[in-house]
């Protein structure tokens, strides 16, 4: 028990008063407790959940309330793939950003070099897609001119007439 009067969120959800013994004090004491118990407890029941965090050595429960509590939500808004759909999900987004770092590594190698044929190479690697529009498509505000949405920014944009974009480059004109 925490305190006098004061549950832990299983046994709030549980209705029933917490003592010392209860095994969830630890890692549903917080204020969405009752709501990831209930999600706990509705996926995998609070019996096993007890039984899989008193066969886990001590420094090992915190972290197993916290993946089973994650894996308990998960379930609620996806009942067929749960985090499953999330890690692929994380996945599929962590393979295509790295497909993107590769294609600028390319182009910001080329350009450093200054190699003239790497228009030809853009043309098969973009599938003819001009790379300004390939750029623009990956990250529009990294690489697209900013909009004069004020005054004071049109009058920066005035006076700063030696700042270039990337699209400014002149490898970039002929697209």
């Known amino acids: 028990m925490t305190g006098a009067g004061f549950s832990c969120g299983a046994c709030k959800f549980l209705r029933r008063r ?4 209860c095994v969830f004090t630890p890692y549903f004491c917080y204020s969405q407790g009752a709501d990831h118990f209930a999600a706990v407890h509705k996926i995998f029941g ?3 959940a007890s039984k899989l965090l ?5 420094q090992d429960r915190s972290e197993a309330a916290i993946s089973i509590s994650y894996e308990a939500l998960a379930r609620m808004q996806d009942p067929v793939y749960g985090c499953v759909a999330q890690i692929f999900a994380l996945e599929q987004q962590v393979a295509s950003l790295q497909e993107e770092i590769d294609q600028l590594s390319n182009y910001i190698t080329y350009v450093s070099f200054g190699l003239p044929n790497y228009m030809t190479y853009v043309s098969s690697e973009f599938n ?3 790379i300004s529009d390939h750029l623009n498509q ?3 505000p990294l690489f697209a001119a900013p909009q004069a949405s004020s005054p004071s920014l049109a009058i920066l944009e005035g006076q700063n007439s030696h700042s270039h974009s990337l699209l400014d480059h002149p490898l970039m004109e002929s697209f």
């Open 18 to 21: 917490c003592t010392n013994e």
């Open 46 to 48: 609070a019996s096993n």
């Open 54 to 58: 008193m066969k886990l050595p001590l």
């Open 128 to 130: 003819g897609m001009s």
């Open 138 to 140: 990956l990250t529009p």
